[in-house]
C-alpha cells in the first residue's frame, strides 16, 4: 500500500520543541495506541485518556491524544470514518510539548488521520529519549500489530513510564516580552511579586497559553489581564468540613484564552487587594494538589474545561506591559436565540435597555434580609426582548437616567419562570456603551427606528410594542416567548418537571362534548369558587365554607383542541378562557346543554366557538398517575389577534433576512 512520506526528522525538532505548536505539522506514524484509565480519585466524568506511541521513520516518542479527541479512537478494529489505529499514518496540526515524569510527551491537540492501518511500521526507529535509544525489537521484521491487539509492555511502553494523574512542567511556548514601564501602576497594585517567596522574577518565565492548560500539569506561568473580580463571600461545606472566604478572578491571555482562577481563606485575603480589574498579571502556579480542576460551568459560562485553584504558595507579579491582551472578551447571544437557552444557563448579552423600572426590594426567604432589585429590558435586532434583574449594588448603582444605552452583560443566569429571564449573580458584569462592534450596529438600528422598534417579549411580564414610546400593548399576560405548538412538543417543554409557559397563535378546532365541561361553585368570594355539593333536602353545601347556598354559580372546565401549521394540542381551560373562548357564561350554557329542547342553542355556542383565531398562553407541566407520566397543557390567557401587532410582528422577522 502507497501512503504518504513521513516528516524526517520531525520527532527530534518536537523533541527539542523548535516549532510553535503550530507551525510544524509533521506526518507521523502511529506505533501503539493504550487506553489510560482514570483512578477513583479523579473527578466525576473525567473521560479516560489514550498515549500513543508516534514515529517519523528515525525516531519514536511519547504522545497522548487531547481527550476531546478520544472519538476518534479506533477500539475495536473498526476503522472507517478516518479513526486513529496501530500503524495509520496522521498528520498533526497542532500539538504542544509537556515533561511528564520526567519524559517528554507530545500532547496532540488537533490530528488528521491519513491512511488506514499498514499493517507494518516504516523504517527503524529508535526511542528519542536519551537514556531509552533502543532501536525496534528485532527479529520480528515489522511490527504487524492489529489495531485491536492487546497492549504489553515493549520499548515504545515501558512499564511505569506514564502516571495517568502525575503532573507535567510547563512547556517551552516563547517568552513573553520582558516588562517595560507603560505609565504608573494603578493605586492598589503592587510592583513587586506576591506570594510563594515573593522575590521571584517572573517576566522573563516562559509563558504558557491558557488553553493549554490541563490536568496534568501542576507547574507553570501564565500572562493574563484580570477581567472580572467577585466580591469576597462566605463558603460552607455541605459536609460540614470547613468553611472560609472565597473570591474569584476571570483571567484572559493575549491567545485568547480564558480561565476562572479562585482563592479561599488565607489565599483570598492575602490576593483579594492584590488582584485589580484591568490590571495584567504574570501568575505562576507552584504545583500545590488541586490546582487545575475540572470547571464548574454552571457557576460559569467560561469558555474553558478547566479552573484553577490559587493557593499562597502562588506567585502573583503585576506586568505593566498590557499591549496584545484584550480587556474583556464576549460570547454574546442573541436575545431571539434565548428562547432555546437551558434554565440555569449562563450567557452573555447586549442590547439597547429600552426600559428601566424603579428600585425595589424583595425579603430574602431563608434571612428576612431586604434585597434590592431592579428590572431592566434589553432589545437587539433579534426583534426580541427579555428581562435582566439587577440585584444589591447593581440595581442601586443602576443610573436610569441614561436614555436607550448599550449594554453588555457578562455571565448572566437564564430562568425560565413566567416567559424566559435573564438574571445578575455574583460574577456578572456590566458594560455600558462598550468600544465594540455590536454597539455601533445597535446604535444605527435603534435609532433608525427612530426608538419605536416593534420587539416580541421573551418574559412573561415584559413589553410589547415600541421601546419607550410604549406602542401596542398586548396586554402582558401574553408577553412570553412565541412558539409553535410543535416547537413546544419537540422541545418537551414541562418534561423538566418545573412548569413551562409559552405563547402560540391558534385556532380552536374542536370543544369536547363528553366529560365535566363546568362545576358547581359556591357564590362566597372568600370560597374563591370552590366546588359545592348538592343536598336530599335541597340546596347545595360548601365544605370549605360550610353554608348552604340555594343555587351554585357554573364554571368552566372545557377541554378543547387548538392548531396551528405545525401541530394540534388538547389543553384544559378554566373559567377566565372559557368564558372569552365560549362567549356565554357557564350558566347560559349549562342551560342550553341540560335541556334537550335546546339542543340547537348548545350546538350554536360550540359551533360558534369553534375554527376561531387567538393568541393563547399555554402553560406545559408533566403529571403522573399509577405511574404513567404524561405532560398536560393549560391555557391561561387568551386574547383576540392584534392584527397590527402581528404585521410588525412578521415585518421584524422578514428583516432578519435581510429582505
Known sequence: MSHPPLTAGAVATLFRNEHPSTSLKPVLQVLEIKRIQVNNSAPAGQPDRFRLVISDGQHYQQGMLATQLNHMVSLDGNVEGGKVATTCIIRVHEYNINLLSNRKIAFLLNVEVLTPPLGHTIGAPVNIEPTGAQPAPSGSGPVAAAPHAPFTASPYNPPGAFTPHSAPAPAAHGHAPAPAPYGNPPRGVPTRSVGGAGDEDLSHHTVYPIKNINQFQNKFTIKARVTNKSAMRAWNSKQGKGSGELFNVDLLDGEGGEIRATMFNEAAKRFYEVFQVGQVYFIKI???????????????????????????????????????????QYHFTVIGELRYANKDAMVDVVGIVSNSQALGSITARNSGQQILRRNITLIDTSGCSIDLTLWSERAEQWDDHVQNPVLAVRGVKVSDYGGKTLSSVGSTSMELNPNIPETTILRQWFDSQHGNVPHISLSGAGRAGGGDQGGNQMGGAIDAARHTLGEAKDRHFGVTGAPSTWSSKATVVRVKREGMLYYDACTTPDCKFKKVVPLTSGGF????????????????????????????????????????????????????????????QYDAIIAEASFRSWNFRIRAKEDEYLGDKRVKYAIVHVEPINFVQESRNLLAEIKKYGV
Open 286 to 328: 507552584n504545583g500545590g494538589p488541586g490546582n487545575v480542576k475540572t470547571a464548574q460551568r454552571k457557576f460559569s459560562n467560561i469558555q474553558n474545561e478547566y479552573e484553577l485553584t490559587l493557593d499562597q504558595n502562588t506567585i502573583i507579579q503585576p506586568c505593566f506591559d498590557d499591549a496584545g491582551i484584550a480587556t474583556v
Open 541 to 600: 353545601s360548601c365544605e370549605k365554607c360550610g353554608l348552604t347556598i340555594e343555587r351554585p354559580y357554573r364554571r368552566y372546565t372545557l377541554n378543547i383542541c387548538i392548531s396551528d401549521n405545525s401541530n394540534d394540542m388538547w389543553a384544559t381551560c378554566f373559567n377566565e378562557v372559557g368564558l372569552i373562548i365560549m362567549g356565554q357564561d357557564a350558566d347560559t350554557f349549562a342551560h342550553a346543554k341540560e335541556n334537550t329542547e335546546l339542543a340547537s
